[in-house]
């Protein structure tokens, strides 16, 4: 019988306890023992280890599709490997870590995480020597190379939209616009996405450069005089500084436009999981226990071109773009963004929305 632990880290999207919950299904129909680390790598770094066994009953089905983690995804404060190495003590961290998963003497661990959680795994993989590791990628913001899809991106999309849904009805009352700042960090999938399901009068990511007189133009000329403007909130605008939505607001009513802006903040992080999410929730969770039965370790699952497989951590460290960590100077973090070809940047604009100067 094998003995598999599941961790959830960084931050939380809806879809973690969908696959939590697929994951203990798959795992007790095989036969095996499945047990949760609790907060993330916090539970790894306490004595003993902070550990619960999960059967079946512990997410009741209807309680899967709810947003969070039911583990847990770290203290604020808390040990982990970007406090460890700001105090010098990355080295007896990760002893500590790896000491906790030998004396726990899990088969494999599945491991949820982001592109910095995924990222620290290969660099640090000494830690996984002992067990099979299988990453699966969760994030809202589609920044995670080498998948198409990641857990908790469609729901942060529908999220999003919702959002913009009901601002769009007062946005038309008042005859004015709502400046909407979204997650993302520097990727512009999230504002992209949620851009096009609206129909926003403009989308601006940090991807593609903006003219900020150009975008006034777009929208005096817009068919409406109301409507939404999405702001990813990596972008920048020379010589400004603040949220990058007051700044463009700030533009706006410079140039005699009504407007508002509006922050959805971690909402697009909540919600209930979407049935698309859920879908690849129950994937994802099956491709991993697939790989801890084909005695795979050091892989990620991933959806290329519609199918579930597995790709290599080191393919997907080597891939995307590789950006050095302040906080962690060892490390560089692989990231994906929106790719000039990407075909929805030509059906925003071919839609009228003003994406910047792509030309
Ligand atoms: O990476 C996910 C994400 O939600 C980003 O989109 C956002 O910038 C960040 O995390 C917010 O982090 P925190 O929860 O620490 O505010």
Redesign the pocket.
């Given at each position: 019988m094998k003995k598999i632990a599941i961790m959830t880290t960084?931050?939380d999207c809806s879809g973690l306890n969908t696959v939590i919950q697929r994951i203990v299904r798959g795992a007790t129909l095989r036969g095996w023992q499945v047990w949760g680390i609790l907060d993330g790598t916090d539970g790894l770094s306490t004595t003993p280890p902070s550990v619960i066994r999960l059967d079946e009953g512990v997410i009741p089905i209807e309680n899967a599709r709810l947003a969070g983690s039911f583990l847990h995804n770290g203290h604020a404060g808390a040990l982990n490997f970007e406090t460890a190495a700001e105090e010098g003590s990355l080295k007896d961290f990760n002893k500590k870590i790896q000491q906790s998963l030998r004396s726990l003497k899990f088969d494999a661990l599945i491991l949820v995480g982001?592109n910095g959680s995924l990222s620290l795994a290969w660099a640090h993989r000494d830690i996984y020597a002992d067990l099979q590791l299988i990453c699966i990628p969760k994030?809202?913001?589609l920044d995670i190379p080498m998948t198409d899809r990641t857990i908790g991106f469609n729901t942060a999309v529908q999220q999003l939209t919702s959002f913009c849904d009901q601002l769009m009805l007062t946005a038309r009352s008042h005859h004015r616009w709502f400046v909407v700042q979204t997650?993302?960090?520097d990727c512009g999938q999230l504002a992209l996405n949620a851009g096009v399901a609206i129909g926003a009068g403009a989308i601006l990511i940090p991807e593609i450069k903006f003219d900020v007189d150009a975008l006034v133009r777009h929208i005096q000329q817009a068919p409406t005089d109301y409507g939404i403007i999405l702001v990813s909130?990596g972008i920048s605008l020379r010589g400004h500084s603040g949220r990058p939505a007051d700044m463009i607001s700030r533009k706006l009513t410079a140039a005699g436009i009504v407007n508002r802006t509006a922050f959805p903040e971690?909402t697009?992080?909540s919600g209930d999981t979407t049935a698309d999410d859920r879908i690849l929730s129950a994937r994802m969770a099956d491709c991993a226990l697939n790989a801890i039965e084909n005695n795979e370790t050091y892989v990620m699952t991933a959806i290329n071109d519609c199918v579930c497989k597995t790709v290599s951590l080191a393919d997907f460290y080597a891939a995307g773009d590789a950006a050095h960590d302040p906080n962690i100077p060892d490390l560089c973090t692989s990231s994906a963004y929106v790719s000039p070809d990407d075909p929805l940047l030509g059906v925003a604009h071919d839609m009228g929305i003003y994406i910047g100067e792509t030309k």
């Amino acid at each position: 019988m094998k003995k598999i632990a599941i961790m959830t880290t960084g931050g939380d999207c809806s879809g973690l306890n969908t696959v939590i919950q697929r994951i203990v299904r798959g795992a007790t129909l095989r036969g095996w023992q499945v047990w949760g680390i609790l907060d993330g790598t916090d539970g790894l770094s306490t004595t003993p280890p902070s550990v619960i066994r999960l059967d079946e009953g512990v997410i009741p089905i209807e309680n899967a599709r709810l947003a969070g983690s039911f583990l847990h995804n770290g203290h604020a404060g808390a040990l982990n490997f970007e406090t460890a190495a700001e105090e010098g003590s990355l080295k007896d961290f990760n002893k500590k870590i790896q000491q906790s998963l030998r004396s726990l003497k899990f088969d494999a661990l599945i491991l949820v995480g982001g592109n910095g959680s995924l990222s620290l795994a290969w660099a640090h993989r000494d830690i996984y020597a002992d067990l099979q590791l299988i990453c699966i990628p969760k994030t809202i913001d589609l920044d995670i190379p080498m998948t198409d899809r990641t857990i908790g991106f469609n729901t942060a999309v529908q999220q999003l939209t919702s959002f913009c849904d009901q601002l769009m009805l007062t946005a038309r009352s008042h005859h004015r616009w709502f400046v909407v700042q979204t997650m993302g960090r520097d990727c512009g999938q999230l504002a992209l996405n949620a851009g096009v399901a609206i129909g926003a009068g403009a989308i601006l990511i940090p991807e593609i450069k903006f003219d900020v007189d150009a975008l006034v133009r777009h929208i005096q000329q817009a068919p409406t005089d109301y409507g939404i403007i999405l702001v990813s909130e990596g972008i920048s605008l020379r010589g400004h500084s603040g949220r990058p939505a007051d700044m463009i607001s700030r533009k706006l009513t410079a140039a005699g436009i009504v407007n508002r802006t509006a922050f959805p903040e971690h909402t697009q992080r909540s919600g209930d999981t979407t049935a698309d999410d859920r879908i690849l929730s129950a994937r994802m969770a099956d491709c991993a226990l697939n790989a801890i039965e084909n005695n795979e370790t050091y892989v990620m699952t991933a959806i290329n071109d519609c199918v579930c497989k597995t790709v290599s951590l080191a393919d997907f460290y080597a891939a995307g773009d590789a950006a050095h960590d302040p906080n962690i100077p060892d490390l560089c973090t692989s990231s994906a963004y929106v790719s000039p070809d990407d075909p929805l940047l030509g059906v925003a604009h071919d839609m009228g929305i003003y994406i910047g100067e792509t030309k």
